[in-house]
T-cell receptor
Framework: DAKTTQPPSMDCAEGRAANLPCNHS???????VYWYRQIHSQGPQYIIH???NNETNEMASLIITEDRKSSTLILPHATLRDTAVYYC?????????????FGRGTQLTVWP | DAGVIQSPRHEVTEMGQEVTLRCKPI?????LFWYRQTMMRGLELLIY????????DSGMPEDRFSAKMPNASFSTLKIQPSEPRDSAVYFC????????????FGEGSRLTVL
C-alpha cells in the first residue's frame, strides 16, 4: 500500500474550515484514499473515502488532486467535537482488506 | 444498530494471569478485526476473520495470543500468560464484504498488566 504523509498537528478556530492535507505520492491506480478520525479514548471512526473524484458526505469533503498524489480532507465548519487525530490511509480494497496502516495521523485541535 | 460492542472496557490484571477480551460485531457484518493500540506502535492489526474463519493472523505477536470466532456474533482475544508489555487498548472492528476499507470500531478494551 502507498505510504501517506501527514503533518503531525494542526489547529483551527471553531466555526472555520479545517483543511487537513495528506501526501500519497506513490499511490497506485487501484488504491483508494480513506480518512478516519479518532477522538480521545474512542475507537477510530470512518469519515470518507475516494478514488479520484471529489467526494462529500455529511461529515466532510474529500478533495483529491488530479494526479492523485495528494488529498485534502475538509471539515467545513469545525466544532470543538472535531478535535481528534485524523488518519489518511491508502488502501487497495481488493488485496489488503483490513490491513489498514494508520500511521501517526494529524492531531487537529479546534479551539473556541 | 448498537455498533460493535466490546467487553470489558477496562481490565487490570497481574502478570501471568489469563486475559479474555470479548467482541460482538455489527449484525450482518462478515469481517471481524482485532487491533491493538499503544503509544509506541500506534494501531496494529493483530488478526482478522471472514465468515468466522481466521484469514490473517500474522500480526499476532506471539503464541501467548489467541483469537477465536465461534459464531458470527461473537469473538474472543485471549492472552495467556499476560505480561506488562501487553498493556494496550485492544479494538475490535467489523465490516461488510464489498466495503473493504470501511471498518466500524468498538470503543476498545483498555488492558493494564501489572
Amino acid at each position: 500500500d502507498a505510504k501517506t504523509t501527514q503533518p503531525p498537528s494542526m489547529d483551527c478556530a471553531e466555526g472555520r474550515a479545517a483543511n487537513l492535507p495528506c501526501n500519497h505520492s506513490t499511490i497506485s491506480g487501484n488504491e483508494y484514499v480513506y480518512w478516519y478520525r479518532q477522538i480521545h479514548s474512542q475507537g477510530p471512526q470512518y469519515i470518507i473515502h475516494g478514488l479520484k473524484n471529489n467526494e462529500t458526505n455529511e461529515m466532510a469533503s474529500l478533495i483529491i488532486t488530479e494526479d492523485r498524489k495528494s488529498s485534502t480532507l475538509i471539515l467545513p465548519h469545525a466544532t470543538l467535537r472535531d478535535t481528534a487525530v485524523y488518519y489518511c490511509i491508502a488502501i487497495d480494497r481488493g488485496s489488503t482488506l483490513g490491513r489498514l496502516y494508520f500511521g501517526r495521523g494529524t492531531q487537529l485541535t479546534v479551539w473556541p | 444498530d448498537a455498533g460493535v460492542i466490546q467487553s470489558p472496557r477496562h481490565e487490570v490484571t497481574e502478570m501471568g494471569q489469563e486475559v479474555t477480551l470479548r467482541c460482538k460485531p455489527i449484525s450482518g457484518h462478515d469481517y471481524l478485526f482485532w487491533y491493538r493500540q499503544t503509544m509506541m506502535r500506534g494501531l496494529e492489526l493483530l488478526i482478522y476473520f471472514n465468515n468466522n474463519v481466521p484469514i490473517d493472523d500474522s500480526g499476532m505477536p506471539e503464541d501467548r495470543f489467541s483469537a477465536k470466532m465461534p459464531n458470527a456474533s461473537f469473538s474472543t482475544l485471549k492472552i495467556q500468560p499476560s505480561e506488562p508489555r501487553d498493556s494496550a487498548v485492544y479494538f475490535c472492528a467489523s465490516s461488510l464484504r464489498g466495503r473493504g476499507g470501511e471498518l466500524f470500531f468498538g470503543e476498545g478494551s483498555r488492558l493494564t498488566v501489572l
